[in-house]
């Protein structure tokens, strides 16, 4: 088992990630810093522009009250998850704007890392993306845990 596991993830660490196919892509694609992957919007509507994705999970940020930050749409900012030129158009990656967001209560926040999620906020799209990108993986864990909660499940409820 530990074979297979090791396999598969060596096969999904060699996997490069590709433009959607028909998809228009912009003129900066070979100058991006960041992994780019198309998401099923993006190969149903292949004429929308596609994020890079700098991290697959959230951005821990500590966020002050009250205090205006520009979300990075493009995925190609160095100060992830914030936006280094807040205006009309992203500086790097001109399809994209930054996204406004002034917070209610101090704290930390988690801000969406894969850029695939529809607000500013982590709404589990990167699990899904993480499926995409290693479905080998998602399977077999996916059955280890159905298989132990079915020995679980029967252990319990046995006569």
Known sequence: MSGLLNRVAGMAARMQPVPAAGSQACASWAKRANPVYPSPWNKWFPYEPVPSTPQIGPYRVQCA??????????????????????????????????RPYQPQHDGMKLMCGCKKAPDSFCNGSCALLYADLNPYVVSAAGFGGCFVFGLFYTWMMHP
Do not use: D, I, L, M
């Not at 914030?82 to 704007?97: D, H």
């Open 65 to 98: 009250a009250k205090e205006t930050y520009h979300f990075c749409t493009c995925g190609e900012s160095t100060t992830q998850p914030w936006c280094e030129s807040p205006g009309a158009r992203c500086a790097k990656v001109p399809e994209f704007a930054p």
